[in-house]
């Protein structure tokens, strides 16, 4: 499956960003699907896991109660709402996909994701 990105931008502290992922090449439905994030000098983090069928979704700390995710495999897209933003969310996000499964509140390694959109730079200025 190929993942494509979009919706980043520049955005203040507090305000509100959507970030969309399309999918293509295979039968979305079947993947779980991740959000992960690059802060600059740092390591790709997780923020996000929701499983095919969008009954299991864990979201890191850092951005539970803040961020949502919803998916729509019709369309084989995947949506990340990000509200109350902060500087702290800058980041190049990514969208990934894997056929692997993973219960309520675990949260997978980048290494268990084995498809990778090209990211999408969020910043959040103070």
């Known amino acids: 499956v190929q993942l494509q990105a979009s919706g980043g931008g520049l955005v203040q502290a507090g305000g509100s960003l959507r970030l969309s992922c399309a999918a293509s090449g295979g039968t979305f439905s079947l993947y779980t699907v991740g959000w992960f994030r690059q802060a600059p000098g740092k390591e790709r983090e997780f923020v996000v896991v929701q499983s095919w069928a969008g009954g299991i979704t864990s979201f890191a700390d850092s951005v539970k109660g803040r961020f949502t995710i919803s998916r729509d495999n019709a369309k084989n897209s995947v949506h990340l709402q990000m509200n109350s933003l902060k500087p702290e969310d800058t980041a190049v996000y990514y969208c990934?996909?894997?056929?692997?499964?993973?219960?309520?509140?675990?949260?997978?390694?980048?290494?268990?994701?084995?498809?990778w959109g090209q990211g999408t730079l969020v910043t959040v200025s103070s």
């Open positions: 990934s996909a894997t056929r692997r499964r993973f219960s309520t509140g675990i949260f997978p390694d980048r290494d268990a994701f084995g498809y």
